[in-house]
Structure formats: C-alpha cells, structure tokens
C-alpha cells in the first residue's frame, strides 16, 4: 500500500494486515475488554488466525498473562477458530532456544545487543536468562510472525501503556530489523483512536529525536 501525496507516492505504509495487527497489540495493552472486543472483530473474518494468535501470545510478555489470557479468550468467543498451529519443531531443547534468543535478541538491538546484555545482568542474571530464552528465543522467535511486524507490534503496546524507555528500544528495534520511519509513523497513526493523547504525542516526539528531525 502507498500513501499519495501533492508530489506523487511517498514511502510505503503499512498493509492492513499489519494495521490490524499493532492495533490488536495496543488494544491488548491499553484498552478495556469491551474496546478489545471491538477491535478483534474489526477483521476476524480476514485469513490471519496464526498472525493474530501470534500476537496475542507475545503480548503477555509486555501487557502481562491476565491480558493476554482475556484477549485469547475474547478472540475464541468473537471468531469461534480453533487455536492456529503453525508450524513448529515441537520440543525444543533449552540450548536452542538460548541461542534463537540470542540471534533475535541481537537483530533487534543491533549495536547495542553487548550493552544491552550487560545492562540487565547487572540488574539480576536471571532476568537477562529469560529475557533471552524466554522473551526472545521461546516466543519472540517462534514461526507465525515475522520479527518486523512482532516489533511494530510492540511498539504498538509500548505506546499504548506509556512505556517510555521500552517503546525508544522497540523504535529502534523496529528500524533495526527493515521497518522504515514511515512504517513506525504509520503505526502511531493506526493506534492513534486507542491511546491517550499523551502517550501518542509522547511517541512521536521519541520517533522525531531517533530520526533526527
């Protein structure tokens, strides 16, 4: 999809189905079940089970396991699908996910992945442990989604709670792994009816600084 401006077609924006998708992700943060509702059954009937459930799943690592329990539950009621399984290795050993976690964790981070690292094993090594098995190996790297779409979507949820210091990480993330500033603008507007107005205008004035304008 382009967006058509007085000079001709500008940068790309997202499709719908990824418009869907980061405003699933930031009704599942922000909002109230009702809203959640009504944003889950803007598209239910489009052939996106495994991306949605995909995004719902990932979502209990930044809106927690109740919100993501109750988005799960409100998507069965609303689209009455059979849980989505895509294709997977079945069990798969801590030593690959560790390593997964790691190869995703460093597309994200780009430059700063050491850092990174550093940063939350001085905060407690367990956590940086299931940062990167759990966060970034076991869901983050699971087939269904691909890393662009899951960052805009977190994105999407940083924003939608007023996340600051996660949302500037996951803007980066976003970029690092080929979404473009149109892209992560694009995100911000598709959730813009979903979000408090400062938390919105919070998010494009982090994006502005990132980019330099």
Not at 89 to 113: I, N, Q
Request: aromatic content about 4%; charged content about 25%; glycine content about 8%.
């Amino acid at each position: 999809m382009q967006e058509t401006g007085a000079g001709g077609p500008t940068l790309p924006v997202i499709d719908d189905r990824t418009r869907y998708l980061v405003r699933l992700a930031a009704a599942i943060a922000g909002c109230t079940e009702q809203k959640l509702r009504t944003v889950i059954a803007e598209a239910h009937s489009a052939d996106w089970s495994v991306e949605v459930e995909e995004v719902i799943l990932q979502s209990y690592l930044f809106a927690g396991l109740p919100r993501a329990l109750n988005a799960m539950r409100t998507w069965r009621a609303v689209s009455r699908a059979e849980p989505a399984r895509p294709a997977t290795h079945g069990y798969v050993a801590m030593e690959e996910l560790r390593a997964d976690g790691e190869t995703t964790c460093a597309k994200v981070y780009g430059s700063s992945y050491e850092q990174l690292r550093e940063n939350i094993r001085a905060l407690h090594p367990e956590l940086d442990e299931w940062m990167i098995v759990e966060g970034y190996g076991k869901v983050l790297s699971r087939p269904g989604l691909d890393l662009k779409t899951r960052e805009l979507c977190i994105v999407a949820a940083c924003a939608s709670t007023g996340q600051k210091r996660q949302l500037h990480s996951h803007v980066r993330g976003a970029m690092n792994t080929g979404a473009s500033v149109r892209e992560v603008e694009d995100t911000l507007n598709a959730i813009s009816n979903l979000i408090a107005g400062d938390s919105e205008r919070d998010a494009r004035e982090m994006l502005a600084h990132l980019v330099g304008k």
